[in-house]
């Protein structure tokens, strides 16, 4: 009777992975199965990638932009979540409900709104003017730098969340007990707290770095076209070059690049400790 | 365990003991009184035990002590130098924290260096002390492991070393034994007390089981609701509760309700209903008093005993321990009576049902402030 019940609950998950088949484990083996048949057969389209300095330059720029990314997102995202663990339980719901709000704006609002912000003649550099600071207006959009600032507010959740949760579970007494044995405030976080915190430290990195890796939307509007990421230009390739075979080489070589991410952080690290399955 | 344990044991460095002052402390959560001025001396190289049920405040008063709890008010000094302000780590206290609080990611003797660590011995100059430390409680041979790979006995020793190898001025432990086995607590009962006594250091400890209160303190403090109870050496605690929640308490207790009746130099008598008590002390006549009575001061037996205290009573229930009887008298006159015989001596039969005679000396009971 045991089994049979295990059976139906197996039962339950079938609809998904048929969807999961349907819709995405096969579009992807059709990626990359035109990867290396377009225009024919073989691996000339990843030899591409060695050999042409225009793909370098924007997978440089895109492992640029994501680190730099990564790097800030997950600093804030720390801060964020520290001070979430701190406060008392009503700021800590309005901070919560803070940021999954932002989760509920779509990308496209938000990248929108940061060009309002960011453009001459905009907020930000009118309010500048206007107080004297600049004479001109800064070049703050359609650049590197504000394609980092509309990536690191997106993905802000993103790194909050798995801190805050691995943190929450980290128990106040150890930073206490380093502080009766002698640690300053300093000491004790360095020694104890921010190793314990950790798991949540290396979930947040790796997911922001990949979800910034093939990230689309903010990069296109925000980078006006003058920086230009790998997921844009595998776009370009499909809709208006029409180079399927490097639009598909390069979407491959996205996602080897994800897994390349995962197996090198698994070298280091238990994943399945980080990720919560044991 | 505990007999090899002594004879192999390292001999502790010699160390200066510390006497703790608490002056008026109190502690206000809201509107509630964690602590209400509460003031208490510790001398130097005793071991005072914290007494008292959940929420009475014990580890608010510990806390305050440690640096963790700011107090409402009052003050706390160390050798009469204030340390009221003073942030944790710059009082030097060893503390033994209720679960131990071993750093997880830590090995044994890396948890056990951190104090010297923050105060800047490297861990190869730091491997001498550490070393002692876990042998002074046994650890030596899981010196590698993570904490988590220990037993709660042998965390509980790691957490001690750890708060023993800088020297502290004071050690400070938060019920670090219960949360072990009844067996494993008794032998380290027994450690506990032999380590305070060789190392000299001024111990508070806090528990809310009184054998472990009463087995190793040189003083217990009794606390209810915040305030301090009675305070005294276990004997005196024991034999002369001053209220019936000390004699509640700390240990058993059968309380008599009655009204005092004149008396002379040897005592007093006291009316409890039909019957007359023989109760010693003194007394203002036609008071009402209550008396404590411990259940093994109460003698039983077939006839009629040749004590000043005498009542018949029949057998309501009983408990077999091993080494005693607990027997439920009814009595009638003075209601039930709970009764302690060691059961290898044990004169009557003790069945459900059976007539019997308790009886007592008028010294073995006490007189208490109802409370
Ligand atoms: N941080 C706090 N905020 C509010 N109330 C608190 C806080 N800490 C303790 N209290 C309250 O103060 C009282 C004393 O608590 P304390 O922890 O000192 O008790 P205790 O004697 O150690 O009890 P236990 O034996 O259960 O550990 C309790 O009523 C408790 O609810
Ligand atoms: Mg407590």
């Not at chain 1, 000339?44 to 370098?56: F, I, K, T």
Request: net charge neutral; with cysteine; proline share 5%.
């Amino acid at each position: 009777m045991l089994a049979s019940q295990r059976h139906t609950y197996w039962l339950l998950i079938v609809p998904a992975v048929l969807l999961m088949l349907v819709f995405y484990i096969y579009p992807l083996i059709q990626v990359l199965w035109i990867s290396v048949t377009e225009p024919y057969f073989g691996l000339q389209n990843y030899e591409a990638l060695l050999s042409r300095p225009l793909l370098h330059r924007i997978w440089l720029t895109t492992l640029r932009i994501c680190a730099i990314t990564t790097i800030i997102t997950v600093t804030l995202g720390y801060l964020v979540a520290y001070a979430m663990a701190r406060v008392g339980e009503r700021q800590r719901t309005t901070m919560m409900f803070c940021i999954l709000l932002t989760f509920w704006l779509s990308v496209l609002i938000r990248a929108f709104a940061w060009v309002m912000l960011l453009r001459n003649g905009g907020l930000i550099n009118s309010a500048l003017m206007g107080l004297g600071i600049i004479d001109g207006d800064l070049p703050l959009l359609r650049n590197e730098f504000a394609v980092i600032v509309g990536m690191v507010h997106f993905m802000m959740p993103l790194a909050v969340l798995p801190i805050y949760s691995n943190m929450s579970g980290i128990d106040g007494r150890y930073v206490s007990a380093a502080r009766g044995l002698g640690a300053s405030p300093w000491e004790a976080f360095w020694h104890i707290h921010l190793p314990l915190s950790k798991p949540g430290l290396i979930a947040a990195t790796i997911l922001v770095f990949v979800f910034s890796l093939g990230f689309f939307i903010t990069p296109a509007i925000l980078g006006g076209g003058k920086v230009v990421m790998i997921s844009e230009y595998i776009q370009v390739s499909f809709e208006e070059t029409l180079r399927w075979g490097q639009a598909t080489m390069l979407a491959s070589s996205l996602l080897f690049a994800v897994l390349l991410t995962l197996a090198l952080v698994a070298r280091f690290v238990d994943l399945k400790k980080v990720f919560g399955a044991r | 365990m505990a007999e090899t344990a002594l004879a192999s044991r390292p001999e502790p460095q010699s160390r200066a003991s510390h006497s703790l002052s608490i002056r008026s402390l109190s502690k206000y959560y809201g509107s509630l009184a964690a602590v209400d001025d509460v003031s208490l001396e510790v001398r130097q190289g005793r071991f005072l035990t914290l007494l008292g049920p959940s929420g009475s405040g014990k580890t608010t008063i510990l806390m305050a002590t440690a640096g963790f709890v700011q107090p409402s008010a009052g003050e706390i000094l160390l050798d009469d130098k204030p340390i009221t302000n003073l942030p944790p780590d710059k009082r030097n206290f060893g503390m033994v924290f209720q679960g131990y609080a071993l750093f997880p990611h830590m090995s044994v003797e890396d948890n056990i260096w951190f104090p010297l660590r923050v105060r800047g011995v490297s861990k190869s100059a730091a491997a001498k002390s550490v070393a002692t430390s876990l042998e002074l409680v046994q650890m030596a041979h899981l010196a590698k492991r993570l904490p988590t790979q220990l037993s709660g006995g042998q965390q509980q020793r790691v957490a001690l070393a750890r708060a023993l190898v800088f020297q502290p001025d004071l050690l400070l432990l938060d019920e670090p034994l219960s949360a072990l086995d009844k067996k494993l607590r008794a032998d380290l009962q027994w450690e506990l007390k032999s380590l305070h006594a060789r190392l000299g250091t001024t111990f508070i400890y806090v528990t809310h089981d009184q054998e472990e209160a009463l087995s190793m303190s040189d003083e217990i403090v009794i606390l209810r609701d915040g305030k301090i109870e009675q305070q005294g050496d276990p004997v005196a605690l024991y034999e002369r509760p001053a209220t019936r929640f000390v004699a509640d308490f700390l240990g058993k207790s059968n309380f008599i309700r009655g009204q005092s009746a004149g008396g002379d130099a040897q005592g007093f008598r006291v009316k409890a209903g039909e019957v007359t008590l023989h109760q010693a002390g003194s007394q203002a006549a036609d008071q009402p008093v209550l008396i404590a009575l411990r259940p093994e001061k109460l003698s039983v037996t077939r006839a009629r005993p040749d004590l000043p205290n005498a009542i018949p009573g029949r057998i309501a229930a009983f408990n077999y321990y091993g080494s005693t009887f607990h027997l439920q008298v009814e009595t009638g006159a003075l209601g039930d009576l709970i009764v302690t015989v060691p059961a290898w001596k044990c004169e009557i039969d003790p069945a459900i049902g059976n007539e019997v005679w308790l009886g007592w000396e008028p010294d073995a009971s006490v007189v208490v402030r109802d409370n």
